[in-house]
């Protein structure tokens, strides 16, 4: 005896069950597939250029602005890297001197030529200008690996005590280069 069913049509009901449901549970998979990769970055350790009183006073970078300058550092990457937008590229054990020295500010680009060997699209370099005791600017270049050309640059003035440098890095990211990191962004040259 037959039921009165039709094997076909029950197997397309069960492909558009399995349809709507990878559909309904899996939207991010699909909003994703039209994004671009993410852009490498070379993220240089941020540096510090004091010109503060008790700055030109002083014989080098002391312990605890060091270590003020290691939490900036690690802060822009945390926000670039959550961001989606980006791919960290290592820039540890670089032996270039301006890398070393923390003078990268100072090199007239020469940035992206390393950030190149490492095989970033991008390089940034971030730097805290420590003004007064409780006032300071950080600045952010980023600039194409490829052509040299700066693509993004950012200047703020803040004001807090020296651990809240890394807060007005985060900040000034999020609302500069990251602002809009809902959008689709051009893909990586190759």
């Known amino acids: 005896m037959r ?3 039709n ?4 197997a397309t009901g069960v492909m558009g069950v399995i349809l709507w449901l990878s559909v309904a549970l899996f939207p991010a998979h699909a909003a994703d597939a039209g994004k671009p990769p993410p852009v490498k970055i070379a993220v240089f350790d941020f540096e510090l250029e004091d010109v503060s009183a008790a700055g030109a006073a002083s014989t080098g970078v002391s312990t605890e602005d060091f270590a003020r300058m290691q939490a900036v550092s690690a802060e822009a990457r945390r926000a670039l890297a959550q961001s989606g937008r980006y791919a960290l590229v290592d820039t540890n054990g670089i032996d270039a001197a301006p890398v070393k020295d923390r003078s990268l500010r100072n090199c007239n680009g020469c940035d992206a030529g390393i950030a190149l060997q490492l095989g ?3 390089s940034l370099i971030g730097v805290v200008t420590r003004v007064g005791q409780t006032e300071y600017y950080a600045a952010l270049l980023v600039t194409d690996c490829r052509t040299g050309k700066v693509v993004d640059q950012q200047t703020a003035f803040f004001t807090g005590a020296a651990d809240a440098w890394a807060s007005g890095v985060r900040l000034l990211l999020k609302h500069g280069l990251l602002a809009g990191a809902d959008t689709p962004q051009p893909a ?3």
Do not use: E, I, T, Y
């Open 3 to 5: 039921s009165g069913r």
């Open 7 to 10: 094997p076909c049509s029950a």
């Open 120 to 122: 970033a699209d991008q």
């Open 188 to 190: 990586p040259l190759k």
